[in-house]
Nanobody
C-alpha cells in the first residue's frame, strides 16, 4: 500500500556533496518520522538522521555539521544534504518512513536503497 523510493546517489570525490531524496506514496494518511540509514560494505545498517513531522531532527555523531536532513510534508518527501563527504561515508543509503496507512495503523516502510560512493 505504500512505496518508498530513494534517489540521488552516485559517485563523488572526497570533499564533495550529494543530495538524496526519498518520497513515500500510496494510501498514506500521515507520516510521522522519516529517516535515513546507511549500510557500509561489510557492516551493519546504522542510523544517519531522522526528522519528525514537526521538524525536530536527530543526527548520528559522525555526520553532525556535515549532513542536513529536511522534509516537505506536502510532498511526503525527505532530503539528505551531504557535504564534505569522506570515503568512510561510502554505503547504501536507505530511507525509512513511519506511515499511518488508512485503516491499518502505523507501519515502517523502507526504500530499496541508493548507493553513495566517495572515492577519488
Amino acid at each position: 500500500q505504500v512505496q518508498v523510493v530513494e534517489s540521488g546517489g552516485g559517485l563523488v570525490q572526497p570533499g564533495g556533496s550529494l543530495k538524496l531524496s526519498c518520497t513515500a506514496s500510496g494510501r498514506i494518511f500521515t507520516i510521522n518520522t522519516m529517516g535515513w540509514y546507511r549500510q557500509p560494505p561489510g557492516k551493519e545498517r546504522e542510523l544517519v538522521a531522522t526528522i519528525i513531522s514537526g521538524g525536530s531532527t536527530n543526527y548520528a555523531d559522525f555526520v553532525k555539521d556535515r549532513f542536513t536532513i529536511s522534509r516537505d510534508n506536502a510532498k511526503n518527501t525527505v532530503y539528505l544534504q551531504m557535504n564534505t563527504l569522506k570515503p568512510e561515508d561510502t554505503a547504501v543509503y536507505y530511507c525509512k518512513a513511519a506511515v499511518l496507512v488508512y485503516g491499518l495503523g502505523y507501519n515502517d516502510y523502507w526504500g530499496q536503497g541508493t548507493q553513495v560512493t566517495v572515492s577519488s
